[in-house]
């Protein structure tokens, strides 16, 4: 069922996600994230991939659902196992204030290991684009804004006119 994505200022956001123990317990919670993906899909039309959170639609445990080009992911208890040393800057948006962006330093190339959501472990080594987004939803599972990596923060965080609302 597609979910109301919560919206930046609700504390829900900012809290730390439990890891999932037993996958069957949050099987529609993923149909939830995905279902909510595919609407808001039908809303805008994303050129560098997507993705939402568990708590973007108030649940606080650790799943993300992204696409990119033309995989879809699934993360179950993702984290980042290895980074390049370089950041760059890459500008980004939340579903949750969509009509702002950033330009966010980020790890030029992540390698993170999750379950899939048959719970089998799967390991994804991303670059650029990707990894940012990777990046971005499992900062979602620590509480953490795309706001909060800003150098400056809000005097960096640009409104951009014409964006459809998210519901």
Known sequence: MQRSIIKRGNPLLEKVCKPVDNIDQVREI???LSDTLAEIRKLYDFKRG???AAPQIAHLVRI???EYGEARHVLINPEIVEHSPEKIPIRE???SFFDYRGNVPRYKSVTINALNEKGLPFTITASDEFAMLLQHEIDHLDGILYVQRLPEAEKNLYFVKGMPEIP
Do not use: A, Q, Y
């Open 50 to 52: 997507h993705g939402v």
């Open 64 to 66: 993300n659902i992204v």
């Open 30 to 32: 993923i149909s939830d």
């Open 93 to 95: 948006g939340c579903l």
